[in-house]
């Protein structure tokens, strides 16, 4: 499911869970659906659409359910939900979610001032959402999202050994996948290539996505090695929206549209329209006014010259 | 000279040249000059500090004989100047400077728009700079910067054999060495790597420098993919200031900080300090205010853990 099969890689879009979650102001819910329309129409094909959370906590996420309904109408989308407890999990599972990614992180600071658990009762919620998926919903695919895998506000360096024992315990307990996220914006090209060449070889297909942050300018350059060390799954977001509001000094995700445009202009096939995205950067502006929204390739627009892939979406 | 001695790769600092050449204000010659003293003190160790050109077209450049004339007072720092003709070649040499650099672009349309001269032309203009400097000043060192090699603004596409041609074209007519510009932002990592790797085997020593934009936000990406082909030395502009003011809409350099972080996080050595680069930073905003500086480290601060390699400068 999040191995790509009609094109070179998978762009897992996450703005309107990342994103909308890291920003004060709440989207509505016909405009959240309205981008997610937009997202599926350039080609996008797999979202992230929202987190099982409680409202109290993160009222921007109120209406998960309502929008993973919505969003699973469209054929041919990975409609994925975030949840950090079984609870969660449940919830998704019986809106009707696709896919559902945990949160699990490898500092252990990071993973107390997140969800109060250590690494060891993460890994047992891991096991425990398994066997309920198990029962209740078996086709639903699980990620473990390791966090602060490349570093950490809190607790700073976090050994690598750390990130690649909790990833096999995670796939161990359960997790069809685990990938590796850049929470905190302190990786660098040489240590995501090395970290992702030892999950996918202690991990083979179980190893997931790359998430990687632009906080300090290597965003892309991180994507990069990545793909480079054989990694096919990247999540991104759009406009840039979202960080993690629990590790401060942590935003900005890698901007979607700029690395679409940095695959496909290396020949890299996204199965993602560039034009069709920028219009759908126009729905979550219209939903967000005032919100500054980033990338490169916006303004810029195409280069005179680009030829993009000629993609049929729908 | 364009090759690191004491550090794995040399960051050829272009601001003082293609940053301030490119903005509306001019800096006071006091302010430049601190400007470079606060690069050096943090171990730049080559510096472009100025364009020999008509001071009419570029009132900007106007002190650059003076600026010249400091900069050299600093030992082991390599003191570069932009030329467009032999002109301004004798300007430079006769003004003390350790290398020029010669603009010649790969797009026909570019080049009658900056220098209103053809590739021959501009061929020929390498020749008799190189007899001039055999003359003059032995020691000089000519860089041949191949600009629009990954495309251009006005004429799109620029065909890789016509890039290479003219690189080989340009050290047969006595250039030391040849770079590769991505003048218009348009350069994607594949490309990048498959033009310097050509580079460098057609002309082994002699292929030069990488000079990356920003403009789509592949800057950093895109010298990743370079120091991969091989590339040691990578210009770059603090506050990412800059661009060519004749490729409407090519604004962005590469940003110094950026850069530097990228590598030292990597353990790749640049020899620069980073704090003291950052401070080199408030005395480029000091010589501009109002004027808006780039880059996401600079905000972002280090890492929390991050360790930087213990350079002694000066």
């Keep these: 499911m999040s191995s790509p099969s009609r094109f070179d890689v998978l762009i897992s879009e996450v703005g309107p869970r990342d994103g909308l979650q890291s920003i004060s102001t709440t989207m509505s819910t016909a405009h959240k659906c309205a981008w997610i329309d937009g997202l599926v129409a350039s080609g996008v094909q797999e979202i992230e659409v929202g987190s099982f959370v409680s409202p109290k906590l993160l009222p921007q996420m109120a209406d998960a359910a309502q929008i993973v309904t919505h969003a699973i109408q469209h054929s041919g989308v990975t409609v994925m939900a975030l949840v950090p407890n079984i609870k969660g999990a449940e919830a998704a599972m019986r809106a009707g979610v696709h896919k559902i990614t945990l949160p699990v992180s490898a500092s252990p600071a990071h993973s107390m001032a997140n969800v109060r658990k250590t690494h060891q009762q993460m890994v047992e919620e891991v096991r425990a959402i398994a066997q309920l998926r198990d029962d209740l919903a078996p086709q639903v695919h699980i990620e473990a999202g390791i966090s602060t895998a490349f570093g950490c506000t809190l607790q700073g360096l976090v050994p690598e050994d750390d990130v690649i024992a909790l990833s096999v315990a995670c796939v161990a307990a359960g997790a069809n996948e685990s990938g590796l996220s850049d929470t905190t914006g302190m990786a660098n090209p040489a240590q995501v290539k090395r970290l992702f060449t030892r999950l996918r070889s202690e991990l083979g297909d179980h190893a997931g996505a790359a998430h990687m942050h632009n906080t300090r300018g290597l965003g892309l350059a991180n994507c990069l090695a990545a793909y480079e ?52 950067r126009n729905a979550l502006a219209a939903g967000l006014p005032g919100e500054a929204l980033y990338g490169m390739l916006p303004p810029a627009g195409l280069p005179k010259g680009f030829v993009p892939h000629p993609y049929s979406t729908h």
């Design 229 to 280: 060390a054989g990694v096919r799954t990247f999540d991104a977001s759009q406009a840039g929206l979202g960080g993690c509001p629990y590790a401060p000094g942590a935003s900005g995700n890698v901007v979607t549209e700029d690395l679409v445009f940095m695959f496909e202009a290396m020949g890299i096939r996204t199965g993602i329209d560039i034009e069709r995205l920028l219009a759908a």
